[in-house]
């Protein structure tokens, strides 16, 4: 909703997810935060492979009755 939320990297890297079959994308968190992305069946692996030319992180996440977690303490 707000204008400059993205900038020219953070939409070719949302555009080529896309492109490799995730089926949507949602930016989290401020300056070092998170792109996460929903990738159906097994795409994941096109999407991971795709985006490793941008320097990227991957983590693995799953949906509880408790809402999103990325690791446990």
Do not use: H, Q
């Not at 070092?32 to 983590?59: D, H, S």
């Amino acid at each position: 909703m707000a204008e400059s939320i993205t900038n020219p990297v953070i939409d070719e890297i949302y555009e080529t997810a896309k492109k490799a079959g995730t089926t949507g994308g949602k930016i989290s968190g401020a300056g070092g935060g998170f792109m996460m992305f929903y990738c159906p069946k097994n795409t994941r692996y096109r999407v991971i492979e795709a985006l490793k030319r941008f320097g990227c992180e991957f983590r693995r996440f799953k949906f509880t009755k408790y809402g999103l977690e990325t690791w446990r303490v």
